[in-house]
């Protein structure tokens, strides 16, 4: 039987939905049976009968005023703890901030940035007015915020056993990665990590076969495109690119996006196949969508926290939308498992099996669980695609605005690679500007902008100045930590943080910095949970990138293909900063992304170049 999401949480919180109106129910029959007298309380008559209005006042006023004493109960406490533990609170934000109860009015902020703001806006003044961690309480629960690295540090590496992903957490991702490598804490966690890590720690050389094949069909389609005289979105060929890639590498066969058309600009969708309802989409399309709208759904959700069934009531809208990729791996999953079953037959048999390159084969014996097989192919899939995808969308659009970082990579890649043969393992660790310009994006454009852990005990965080007290942190909160703000500041990055220069990790500027101080540059996370495919990543960004450079000399930002609704408003030209100078809408629903598309025009390579 499914429960709608909304009446299975009132459900579970019953007792504490009943306790106020109950408490006010025991007090109106004391107070009509006089036993209040007896304790000097009221002058009452067992005969006096209460007005039916002031009996409602009575109950609808129990449950703010039960939430009222619950908060200040807390709060108290929580100081109690803190000075037992020889700590100090978090600051707030200022009362004028956010008047409204229960932190509504951010909230609503946070909404309304989700839908149409830049990545972390208003948090850099808060930086500046508080400081880099402080409590922000949301519908009457604690979140801290922070953006310093000795926190960050903290609650990923040398506090983890104090902080975990948490329940709210794992009922928030639960419909799109079920019980998955990213969705769970403790010995499931372990468990998942144990048996995916090989795939992540060696560099196989089928990686390569995999990457290169995907990338001359993906390059392909793009120079067909550019011939027609439109620009292309980039955004979505390597979208297809990186999930064609990853599926090969999870089932051993892609799931063949790149070979649907590409979708044109805005102006011309009717040109596009990719244009239209569900029903008139290639299988591919539809699953792509599917892909990405239970993604932005989810990341909703996590706004409202543990209350996020009271916003979908009624329906599980991640779970609807995922529900087309469950029936595209479902097959996929049996089919694995037969190939197992039958591999298993024959090594009893006396045959000998070569060991599989396939990740489905190799989870399948450890796993016998169809459901949680599925979550953990969906928990790789998602990070196969979006991460890398992200990284390869933000780094061409800063290649776009910067040509002369463009012209000066094009001439590492062409004298250590020239302009046709394959990279190598070993060639992409040798170029290191290459590196440094991946480096240089993450460090603007991470990938995942915010994440979050929740404290799973009374615990503290270092003090930021040396001498003074730790800083408390309550059982059960919620913290938040942004490393899109921490990789931007100037105190931590030097004055020209907000400029986009490959160099600082090449120059003086690395020693004086990032070496002293690692935790300022975190985008594949840090600690026992540190991401398994950071070196997958690079890899294949490097690759595809190798293998773009070689075709094509120029990159162009069209703009005018950009549709209406994801071009940066003139306000943020007023603004200054980094802001102003932005010609795209950013987005984050797990990973960051271009709304609407990165279109771009590219010009391609002349037969004979002088290097």
Not at 211 to 221: M, P
Not at 237 to 251: G, N, P, Q
Not at 507 to 522: E, G, V
């Amino acid at each position: 039987m499914n429960i709608p999401p909304g009446i299975s949480f009132l459900i579970k919180r019953l007792p504490q939905l009943l306790s106020p109106p109950a408490v006010a129910f025991l007090l109106i029959y004391l107070y009509r049976n006089s036993y209040l007298d007896n304790y000097g309380l009221g002058s009452a008559r067992a005969d006096h009968e209460l007005s039916t209005l002031f009996i409602a006042i009575v109950y609808v006023l129990s449950f703010p005023a039960a939430l009222t004493i619950s908060v200040a109960y807390s709060a108290i406490a929580n100081r109690i703890a803190a000075a037992r533990m020889g700590a100090v609170m978090l600051p707030t934000p200022p009362f004028m901030d956010d008047p409204t109860p229960g932190g509504l009015l951010s909230l609503y902020r946070a909404i309304k940035g989700f839908k149409g703001g830049y990545p972390a806006d208003g948090l850099e003044k808060r930086l500046n007015t508080i400081g880099p961690t402080f409590n922000m309480r949301v519908l009457f629960t604690d979140r801290v915020i922070t953006f310093e690295p000795s926190h960050i540090k903290a609650i990923l590496a040398t506090q983890f056993e104090d902080f975990d992903k948490g329940q709210d957490t794992v009922s928030t991702l639960k419909s799109l990665l079920g019980s998955g490598v990213f969705a769970v804490d403790g010995e499931l966690w372990k468990f998942h990590r144990s048996i995916t890590r090989p795939f992540f720690t060696k560099d196989r050389i089928t990686h390569f076969d995999i990457f290169d094949r995907h990338a001359d069909v993906a390059i392909g389609k793009m120079k067909e495109r550019f011939k027609e005289g439109y620009a292309v979105d980039f955004q979505d060929v390597v979208s297809r690119f990186t999930l064609d890639s990853a599926t090969e590498f999870l089932f051993g066969h892609d799931i063949g996006t790149l070979s649907d058309p590409l979708p044109h600009p805005f102006f011309h969708a009717s040109l596009s196949n990719d244009a239209g309802s569900p029903e008139t989409q290639t299988f591919s399309a539809r699953f792509s969508h599917a892909f990405n709208d239970a993604q932005a759904s989810t990341a909703f959700r996590t706004r409202f926290g543990e209350m996020w069934p009271l916003i979908e009531f009624w329906k599980d809208k991640t779970k609807e939308k995922i529900t087309p990729v469950h029936e595209f791996l479902e097959p996929i999953i049996k089919e694995g498992v037969r190939r197992v079953q039958a591999s298993k037959a024959r090594a009893r048999e006396g045959e000998k099996e070569e060991e599989t390159e396939i990740v489905l084969d190799h989870l399948v014996n450890y796993i016998q669980d169809p459901i949680l097989l599925r979550d953990e192919i969906l928990n790789l899939a998602v990070a196969g695609r979006d991460t890398t995808a992200s990284l390869l969308t933000l780094t061409i659009y800063m290649l776009s605005q910067h040509p002369e970082i463009l012209r000066r990579l094009r001439e590492e890649i062409l004298s250590t690679i020239g302009p046709s043969r394959r990279p190598t393992y070993d060639d992409m660790r040798d170029m290191k500007y290459l590196r440094a310009v991946l480096n240089e994006t993450l460090r603007l454009y991470p990938v995942v902008p915010f994440n979050m852990r929740k404290s799973n005990k009374n615990t503290t965080l270092p003090p930021i100045n040396p001498g003074d007290k730790p800083i408390f942190v309550p059982a059960g909160t919620r913290c938040i930590y942004s490393v899109f703000v921490m990789h931007r500041r100037e105190d931590l990055w030097g004055p020209d943080a907000l400029t986009f220069d490959p160099d600082r990790f090449l120059d003086h500027r690395l020693h004086k910095y990032l070496t002293p101080n690692p935790f300022i540059f975190l985008p594949f996370n840090a600690g026992p949970r540190i991401c398994l495919g950071q070196q997958f990543a690079y890899n294949e960004s490097s690759f595809f990138l190798v293998r773009l450079l070689q075709h094509f000399s120029t990159i162009e930002l069209s703009e005018e293909s950009q549709p209406p609704t994801s071009r940066p408003p003139k306000s943020w030209q007023e603004e200054g900063g980094i802001k102003a100078t932005e010609k795209i809408m950013l987005r984050s629903h797990l990973t960051m992304y271009v709304a609407e598309g990165l279109w771009l025009k590219m010009g391609e390579a002349p037969a004979v170049e002088d290097i």
